[in-house]
């Protein structure tokens, strides 16, 4: 089981919408996909069509309750695909817990099933745009750090962010915690600044830059309105493609670290 925390501390950029759609894309090529909403605004939860009902139980009681990860877990509308939905009453988590002990353990203590019983090939968790406790237990919780990017100046200065946050979990919590990739998102080829932002995060990052780029594209934005994946409210467009291509590039780029490994 692979566990990929699909963090940006600048919003806007595509993250919860790269969420949504790399777990889809995932899923409609063959690997069991957990996606876990860990943003108290619970977009990824309303994208995927999660109803108030199905939301009875969510992330706040595995955090707070213990309850098991995999009771918590909703089927979405794609066979393959489950989600654990969120809460406003995570927003509490930090103030409640406090000084516990293990506080920002907790995510990775629940998981530790589900890697023993191997149920899921990925675990993606939609992380909020700011570095609070719930960013920090999906660090700690994750293999690796994986970044959407809007190619824009700004998106920049949210990628330096979230580099020293990366390192500072490494530091004292997760020291194997590591960039899984950064995918370009809202990517604009008629726009120059996007060609150059591209061209500067390629430059700094190398081969951690996925060779996929989502590009932006009309459908992608309304799909979430009908609480749906782009991949299932129109497979045909730009954006479903991209991110079907991605989902392959991810997949073949972890079998080669897998080969590196064995």
Do not use: W
């Amino acid at each position: 089981m692979r566990v990929l925390a699909v963090a940006n501390q600048k919003g806007g950029v595509g993250k919860t919408t790269t969420a949504i759609n790399l777990g889809t894309a995932l899923a409609a090529v063959g690997e069991k996909v957990l996606l876990i909403d860990s943003d108290p605004q619970g977009n990824a939860s309303t994208g995927l069509g999660i109803t108030r009902q199905q939301r009875k139980t969510n992330l706040y009681d595995v955090l707070m309750n213990d309850m098991p990860i995999a009771e918590a877990a909703v089927p979405t509308a794609l066979p393959g695909f489950d989600i654990i939905p969120s809460d406003p009453d995570l927003s509490g988590v930090e103030l409640e817990l406090g000084h516990a002990p293990r506080r920002s353990y907790r995510l990775r203590d629940a998981l530790e099933p589900l890697r023993v019983a191997g149920h899921y090939g990925y675990v993606l968790i939609d992380c909020p745009p700011s570095l609070n406790l719930l960013t920090v237990n999906a660090m700690t919780a994750a293999d690796a750090v994986f970044v959407p990017l809007q190619t824009e100046f700004f998106a920049l200065e949210g990628l330096t962010q979230l580099m020293r946050t990366v390192d500072l979990v490494r530091g004292s919590l997760n020291p194997t915690l590591e960039i899984q990739g950064v995918v370009l998102t809202m990517f604009d080829r008629r726009n120059s600044l996007s060609e150059q932002v591209a061209r500067d995060v390629r430059a700094h990052f190398g081969s951690k830059v996925y060779e996929t780029v989502i590009p932006r594209n009309v459908r992608v934005s309304e799909a979430p309105s009908f609480g749906q994946p782009v991949l299932i409210y129109d497979l045909k467009c730009a954006g479903s493609q991209a991110y079907l291509k991605l989902a392959r590039e991810v997949v073949g780029r972890e079998r080669e670290r897998r080969l590196r490994a064995a």
